[in-house]
């Protein structure tokens, strides 16, 4: 009997055939708990596990102390970390169910087959609005870096949640022939699903996989070149700008939370490009008319598999470049965690007061065209 981890695996994502056709698109001499299929559940596990401590840990340093970023800032990053939060702690569900857990309902039961094909649809709905997440964030650096002006004027905290609203009813309309087919999905409706799996991995493929991958490289050269042009200008000018300490603050604040996001956009889009192979087949398998139908389908499922494994990496590894690269969120976390601190006496405690009082005023200094702190 397979267990319910190959059933997602090989389904999450994708539609099967009804049970008439099975033997039509699906290799007879194919065994559904391969060792490889299994070595994937137990990295999935894995990575899920980490991902919900990594998650749980930002979510922490981010809504316990949100005055350390712009709001707008802060409010898609949370948005982001609070999805990728609910990915990693499904798919750590979906693991658990399959490998710990004894008494589970049988995988030929209609209720188990719903609850599967639900979850499915959820994880699909919540990894392509992480996506659209993912590509506000990196239409807000564009938008810093290219069109300052514009920034400061049109994009407010409440343009932000008006943008996210559209793209939570845009990932509900485009997944439309995902949650039909799960509630179609009866021998008396068979009739129906055809269209709806064609209409499903055009869709996946298109809006999840191929349209990020172009627009975020395209917009991270953007962003880079405009960066680069803006540094040969100010060092060959003729005349310069008095620079003060404040100013050279503001500005070492803002390049690290800069380059902390263009990392995490950077990683996202290589851990994206594993899911265009699978993508592709899908969408070659459904349209028919190809040989060697059993090759094609154990490629497909591999690649399938690998990709669930980069989707995971994508919500498990934010936590880790923001302690790299963002110093101002290294020093956030590690106030959350005890440690414990010596006391100062004498000379020592008086340039300690005189350093927190620099740093506080430094902090209200901070500018709004770096897009760091609202004034």
Not at 150 to 167: E, G, K, Y
Not at 208 to 234: A, D, E, H, N
Not at 245 to 259: D, F, I, L, P, Y
Request: hydrophobic share 45%; charged share 15%; glycine share 4%.
């Amino acid at each position: 009997m397979p267990s319910s981890i190959d059933v997602v695996i090989r389904g999450c994502a994708q539609f099967k055939d009804p049970p008439t056709c099975l033997n039509g698109s699906i290799c007879a001499s194919q065994s559904p708990n391969s060792d490889f299929i299994y070595a994937i559940a137990i990295v999935a596990a894995v990575v899920c596990c980490v991902g919900v401590i990594n998650n749980v840990a930002c979510l922490a340093a981010l809504l316990l102390r949100h005055r350390f970023t712009r709001d707008t800032t802060h409010r898609l990053v949370v948005t982001g970390a609070f999805v990728d939060f609910l990915v990693v702690l499904t798919g750590l569900l979906i693991s658990l169910e399959s490998s710990f857990l004894p008494l589970r309902l049988s995988s030929t039961s209609h209720s188990n087959e719903l609850l599967q094909r639900s979850t499915c649809a959820i994880i699909s709905c919540l990894h392509l609005y992480r996506t659209w997440v993912a590509l506000l964030i990196a239409f807000e650096r564009y938008l810093l870096v290219r069109r300052p002006l514009f920034f400061r004027a049109h994009w407010t905290l409440t343009t932000v949640n008006i943008l996210l609203l559209v793209c939570a009813a845009l990932v509900l309309a485009t997944r439309a022939p995902l949650i039909l087919n799960v509630l179609l999905d009866r021998d008396i409706w068979y009739v129906c699903t055809p269209l709806a799996r064609s209409m499903n991995t055009f869709i996946d493929l298109l809006f999840q996989t191929i349209i990020p991958i172009i627009i975020l490289p395209i917009m991270s050269i953007g962003v880079y070149m405009t960066m680069r042009k803006s540094f040969r200008w100010r060092g060959g000018a003729i005349w310069t700008i008095p620079t003060t300490a404040k100013h050279e603050s503001c500005k070492k604040t803002a390049m690290t939370v800069h380059k902390a996001t263009m990392t995490v956009l950077m990683i996202y889009i290589i851990l994206m490009i594993p899911t265009l192979p699978g993508g592709v087949l899908r969408l070659v398998m459904w349209l028919g008319g190809i040989r060697r139908r059993c090759k094609v389908q154990l490629a497909k499922e591999a690649m399938d598999a690998v990709g669930i494994v980069c989707s995971l990496l994508i919500s498990s590894v934010d936590f880790y470049i923001y302690l790299l690269c963002w110093p101002r969120f290294q020093k956030l976390f590690t106030q959350l965690v005890p440690i414990p601190k010596c006391k100062c006496h004498g000379s020592t405690r008086k340039v300690s007061c005189t350093r927190q009082q620099s740093c506080s005023s430094l902090h209200t200094a901070r500018s709004i065209m770096y897009g760091e702190t609202k004034a």
